[in-house]
Every structure is written in C-alpha cells, then in structure tokens.
C-alpha cells in the first residue's frame, strides 16, 4: 500500500474516532452532552424530581411535567428547568408551574443544590430568568 494510501486510511480511522467520541461526549457527574443539551441519566432524574418535590408544598400530588438540562458554568453542574403540576393551595384546584434546579455535587455527592418554582410574580420572573438564561426556556 503506497503510503499517501496509509496515510489517508489513518486519518480516516482518526476522524472516526473523534466523531463517535464527540457524539457521545460525557460531562462530570454522569449527564451526557448531546447538542449544547445534556441528557439526565435516571439518577440525575430522580434528584431533580426529588429536589422540586421538597420546594412545594403538596409533593405527594405532584407531577413532573417536563425536564430539560444544560450544563451550568460551573464545572460538573447543570441547570435544569421543566414545569411541575400540583395541587393548589386551599384545594383549588391543580396548578401548572415552571421549575428551575441547579444538579451539582455537594460533598462528593450529586444533588440538587437550588431551586425554585413560579409560584408567584417574583419567583416565575427569576425562574423564567434562569431558564431563558440558560437555554431552556
């Protein structure tokens, strides 16, 4: 094989290489990185979940309506906002709401270090903030 021939395939296969690489590209804590997105493993799901339960006050109502993630600036963390239904306060009803929790690990451990949801004018305008801010809007 004459080696301009060698040389080619071997580029090839390192191009290959990279490619698959980069399409399945890992970021700390486990989330994977797909399109400026990240992808939330069942793990990372749950903590968000876990996490918005704990800021309203009837989590045992309460639904994940939708959830989606970028990675924050800080390394290792990622902001994830979504909207939550739940029931709401003084039975009226079930109330659907945008959420925003910041994953990151505290202690060696991922966790869900901030949040909050829009549950009124001030919260939804910072939670639409964060979210917007961040891609996820």
Known sequence: MPASATSGFCMMALTAVLVSACGNAKT???????????????AQRQIVEKGVRQIIHDSGAA??????????????????????????AGGGGSVEQQYFIELGPEAGVETALRGQVASNPA????????????GLD
């Open 28 to 42: 700390a804590g486990g989330l994977s990185a797909a399109g400026g997105s990240l992808q939330l493993g069942p």
């Open 63 to 88: 639904k994940i309506k939708t959830m989606k993630a970028a990675a924050a600036k800080a390394p290792g963390h990622a902001n994830v906002c979504g909207y939550v239904s739940y029931a709401a």
């Open 123 to 134: 919260k939804r305008a910072k939670v639409e903030f964060i979210c917007r801010r961040a």
